[in-house]
């Protein structure tokens, strides 16, 4: 895997499978995290909506995949937000986790989880790595 390949919104939402606009609402609430190319000339500094393009690592391309699995699965933007910094902090993208209310990750279901989602992170891994 090329862990250098930085990509932009659109690239992302082809990859990943989410729509532009679902990417934009998480990157303005901060449930994403992104660099900002230079703004086209003639247009302000990186600003929203100033022609500035949103570059992803592929650390970032990996949370996004996962985010999207959490998401469909049902889970809230305030748990989105508090799920993906916990991920983002992981080292390793393998197995399975489970994630509590709360935006909590498990290495795996414990005894007595009874409420929240379970997320395949070699799933998400694997978006990114198809690409490479």
Known sequence: MNDGMVIR????SARVGVSYRRLDRWCRMGVLRFSTEKP???RPGPMPGSGSRRLFSPQEQRVTAFVL??????ADTAVLW??????????????????????????????????????DLAACDAVVARAA
């Open 69 to 74: 699995r959490l998401s469909d699965l049902g």
């Open 9 to 12: 919104t659109e690239q992302l």
């Open 40 to 42: 086209r000339a003639g």
């Open 82 to 119: 508090v799920a993906a910094g916990n991920v983002r902090a992981r080292q390793s993208w393998h197995g399975f986790v489970a994630v509590t209310p709360d935006g909590a990750l498990h290495d795996q279901p414990y005894a007595g989880f009874e409420a929240g989602w379970v997320v």
